[in-house]
C-alpha cells in the first residue's frame, strides 16, 4: 500500500511535467542570449509549471469514492492537492514578476506596462484576476488571519473552480507557452481533468454520489457526544471498517449546519444494517446536531479513506493509540472483528483525561474480553502524565514489530509519533488518520 501511494503521488507530479517537456522544446538557444531574455523563459516557465499545478490540484479535489484508494485515503490525496495548490500560488507570484524583470532590460516604461497594461489587455487582466482568487481562497489554508472557520473555507475555497478558468483563459489568448497547436492539445487535456473534478463535484455527485438515510436513533455516550444510527432508505453504503463519509443533515429545526456537508468517521461494523456515526461538539454544526431528532433526513457520501491495512484480519501484529473522539475508527474495528469472530494480537492504548471522560470505556472493555488476542490499555493523563516513550514500552515490548494506527488530537498524534520514531519503529510502518480542512 505504501509503495502503491508514493507510486501515485510521484506520477501527479511527473505528469505536471509534460507542459514543461513541450515547453523547454519549443526554446531557442538565442532565448538564452542576454539576461531579460533568460528571465523570459523563466517567467514564462513558471507560468506553465503553476498552471499545470493548479489544474492537477483542481483534479484532485473530485472526491470521486475509490479514487483516493492508490494514494493511501482522501486524507493523504488532499495533502497532495494542498501541496501542488500552495506551489502553483508560488510560482504563479512570480510569473509577472519574473516577466516584469525581463521587461525592465527595455526600459521602466516596459516593465510597469507589462504588470499594468491598458484595460483593453483582457488576457493579462484575467490572469491578475485568476491571481487574486488564488490568493483569496488559499489564505485560510496557510492561516493567514488565524484558524479558519471550516464553513467559512469551504465557501472561500468554492471560488478556485473561477480562478482555473481565468487562468485557462489567460493562458489560451496569449496562447505562445508552446510549439504551435501543442497549446490547446495540452492544455485542453489538463482543463478536462479539472473541470471534470469540479462537475462531479458540484454537480454529478450530488445527484448520484450521495445516499439518503433518516436517524432511526440517538445515543449519548457522553454529555458532548451523540452517536447516531441511520437507517438507508434506498440501498445501502458499503465500507470498510475505519472509512469516514461526508454527512449532511436536512433538519430545518437545527440552530446550524443545515444542508452542510462534514466528514465523520463511521463508528459501525460494515456487516451492520444500518449505519452509526458518532459526532462529538467541536464546531457550531456539530454542536447543533446534538440536538438532532429521530426521523431527521440525512444525506451519506462516501466512502473515504484507506486508515487501517487489512480491517477484516489481523495478519500482522498491531498498537493502536487514540485519544478523544479518534477512538471512533477503532471502536469500528473492534465491533467488525466481534462480529466476525476474528482475533489477533492488537495492543490498543486508549490516552484519556481521566476514567470518567473515556468513551465507550464500558464497550471496549466487553469488546476486548471477547476478541482473541486483543489488549486494551488506557492512559490517564491526570494520573500518568502525557504518554511516554517508556509507557508504549513497558506495554508494547516488540513495537518495532508492529504496524501502528493513531488517531486523536493533533497535539497526540505528534507526540506519539515522535515517540514512536525514537523506538525504531519505522515511518511506513506508522498510520494516521487527520481530518484537517477536509
Same mark, same amino acid.
Given at each position: ?40 523563459? *523563466? %517567467?514564462?516557465?513558471?507560468? @506553465? /509549471?503553476? !498552471?499545470?499545478?493548479? +489544474? =492537477?490540484? &483542481? ?24 501541496? *501542488? %495548490?500552495?506551489?502553483?500560488? @508560488? /510560482?504563479? !507570484?512570480?510569473?509577472? +514578476? =519574473?516577466? &516584469? ?25 484575467? %490572469?491578475?484576476?485568476?491571481?487574486? /482568487? ?305
Amino acid at each position: 500500500m505504501v509503495i502503491r501511494a508514493r507510486l501515485a503521488r510521484i506520477l501527479v507530479w511527473a505528469l505536471a511535467l509534460v507542459p514543461v517537456v513541450f515547453f523547454l522544446a519549443g526554446l531557442r538557444p538565442a532565448d538564452f542570449d542576454d539576461v531579460p531574455g533568460l528571465l523570459n523563459v *523563466l %517567467g514564462r516557465l513558471t507560468g @506553465v /509549471l503553476g !498552471l499545470a499545478f493548479l +489544474l =492537477l490540484s &483542481a483534479a484532485l479535489s473530485a472526491r470521486v469514492p475509490g479514487f483516493d484508494l492508490p494514494f493511501g485515503g482522501l486524507t493523504r490525496l488532499w495533502n497532495t492537492h494542498h501541496l *501542488l %495548490g500552495a506551489s502553483a500560488l @508560488v /510560482l504563479l !507570484l512570480l510569473h509577472p +514578476l =519574473l516577466l &516584469a524583470f525581463s521587461a525592465q532590460g527595455y526600459g521602466q516604461g516596459l516593465a510597469f506596462e507589462t504588470l499594468f497594461p491598458p484595460l483593453s489587455d483582457l488576457a493579462t487582466w484575467g %490572469g491578475w484576476l485568476a491571481l487574486l /482568487l488564488m490568493m483569496t481562497f488559499l489564505a485560510p489554508s496557510f492561516s493567514f488571519f488565524g484558524p479558519p472557520d471550516y464553513e467559512r473555507w469551504k465557501r472561500v475555497h468554492d471560488l478556485a473552480p473561477f480562478a482555473v478558468i481565468l487562468a485557462l483563459a489567460h493562458t489560451f489568448l496569449f496562447s505562445r507557452t508552446m510549439p504551435a497547436h501543442l497549446d490547446i492539445v495540452v492544455w485542453a487535456g489538463f482543463a478536462l481533468l479539472a473541470v471534470g473534478a469540479v462537475l462531479w463535484r458540484f454537480v454529478f455527485s450530488r445527484r448520484v454520489g450521495r445516499l439518503p438515510y433518516a436517524v432511526v436513533q440517538v445515543d449519548r455516550p457522553a454529555n458532548n457526544v451523540i452517536e447516531l444510527t441511520l437507517e438507508p432508505k434506498r440501498r445501502g453504503l458499503r465500507y470498510r471498517a475505519g472509512n469516514f463519509v461526508y454527512m449532511t443533515p436536512f433538519d430545518s429545526e437545527l440552530e446550524a449546519g443545515c444542508g452542510e456537508e462534514h466528514p465523520y468517521t463511521l463508528s459501525s461494523s460494515p456487516r451492520e444494517p444500518n449505519l452509526r456515526i458518532a459526532i462529538k461538539d467541536l464546531g457550531n454544526a456539530s454542536r447543533a446536531l446534538q440536538s438532532i431528532q429521530c426521523g431527521s433526513r440525512v444525506t451519506v457520501e462516501g466512502p473515504y479513506g484507506r486508515f487501517f491495512k487489512n480491517p477484516d484480519d489481523v495478519p500482522i501484529p498491531e498498537l493502536w493509540i487514540s485519544g478523544g473522539i479518534g477512538v471512533t475508527p477503532f471502536l469500528a474495528r473492534m465491533r467488525h472483528l466481534d462480529r466476525l469472530d476474528q482475533g489477533g494480537d492488537i495492543r490498543f492504548i486508549y490516552c484519556v483525561q481521566d476514567e470518567a471522560r473515556a468513551l465507550y470505556l464500558e464497550e471496549l472493555r466487553a469488546l476486548a474480553g471477547t476478541i482473541p488476542g486483543f489488549g486494551l490499555i488506557p492512559h490517564y493523563f491526570y494520573r500518568q502524565g502525557p504518554l511516554s516513550a517508556a509507557f508504549l514500552r513497558e506495554h508494547c515490548g516488540d513495537i518495532e514489530q508492529r504496524e501502528v494506527y493513531i488517531c486523536g488530537p493533533q497535539p497526540l498524534n505528534r507526540l506519539a509519533q515522535s515517540h514512536l520514531r525514537a523506538l525504531g519503529v519505522d515511518r511506513w510502518s506508522i498510520h494516521t488518520e487527520e481530518f484537517e480542512l477536509l
